[in-house]
């Protein structure tokens, strides 16, 4: 595991590699300050350490009721983890609680190398998220919109303006950037809030349920998107659409009233058909 100490380094690690002979330039020259995130972003493949969510005996009760119990895993970048479960299984609370917007009771969460609950601020800018009910200003033009959203992440003029570009392109939503978001499809709307999600380039993605209310054609197209980014990213996403686990996902973890029932590779499961099966197996009561 790579831990708290390299990640505060990051910056001398930058420091070094353009200090370094195979980067032209002499020993002791002055280099630029750069923002560690994006030194990050922009060195990840060279950078000798994985970078990913990683949770460990993560439990959330509320008064008496235990919603997640117990709960480890790890993602690295370049998987897309499906995860699943019936409602009331936990799903949402763990999302919650992996973006920082509940605290766990016990357990630990380090994103990208950074503690949840030492370093939030730092964990959080190393995350997209887009909830199942996307939080958008409907009075807000798409462009105006992100560019707020651009502000608030603190981006620079120029980096926020190639990236609104990037992300309206990404997301397939050129025809609708000057329009507002209220007049906008359900569809439409869910791409303005993955447009948002992506605009600071986490290297994690959080998706709860991101083909919700989106056409045949939609949904192809968010599932090219999640793809493409899968690359770069460490991304998990709850659905309750099998068909979607086996078209995106490489991994699936199935919970049920707050435990981890399975944690297996799709190879492992087969087919979408296969997958339900399991499911519905892993989801039973247990009588007896």
Avoid at 20 to 49: C, E, H, M, N, Y
Avoid at 142 to 151: I, P
């Amino acid at each position: 595991m790579w831990g708290m100490r390299n990640f505060i380094s990051a910056n001398r690690y930058v420091q070094l590699l353009f200090e370094s002979p195979r980067s032209g330039r002499k020993q002791g020259q002055v280099v630029v300050a750069v923002d560690t995130r994006f030194a990050i972003f922009l060195l990840s493949p060279f950078l000798p350490f994985p970078m990913s969510i990683v949770a460990r005996n993560l439990t959330k009760a509320f008064h008496q009721q235990v919603a997640v119990n117990q709960l480890s895993f790890e993602i690295p970048i370049g998987k897309v983890v499906g995860l699943l479960g019936p409602n009331g299984s936990g799903k949402s609370t763990t999302m919650r609680m992996l973006t920082g917007y509940a605290l766990p009771s016990s357990g630990t969460i380090h994103i990208c190398g950074y503690d949840m609950q030492k370093t939030p601020l730092h964990a959080k800018q190393q995350i997209g998220y887009l909830p199942e009910k996307n939080p958008l200003y409907p009075h807000m033009y798409v462009r105006e919109y992100l560019q707020l959203m651009g502000n608030m992440q603190q981006l620079s003029a120029k980096l926020c303006a190639q990236r609104i570009d990037e992300v309206i392109t990404q997301c397939d939503i050129q025809d609708m950037q000057h329009k507002k978001i209220g007049v906008l499809s359900k569809g439409y709307q869910q791409r303005v809030g993955l447009a948002r999600a992506l605009l600071h380039h986490p290297k994690v993605l959080i998706l709860d349920e991101p083909t919700t209310g989106l056409d045949p054609h939609q949904i192809h197209h968010m599932r090219e998107v999640i793809k493409a980014l899968s690359r770069e990213k460490a991304i998990l996403l709850s659905t309750h659409i099998m068909q979607e686990v086996a078209a995106i996902c490489d991994h699936v973890m199935i919970l049920y009233r707050g435990e981890l029932r399975l944690s297996k590779s799709l190879e492992e499961l087969g087919s979408a058909e296969r997958l339900e099966d399991v499911f519905t197996g892993v989801t039973k009561d247990v009588v007896g």
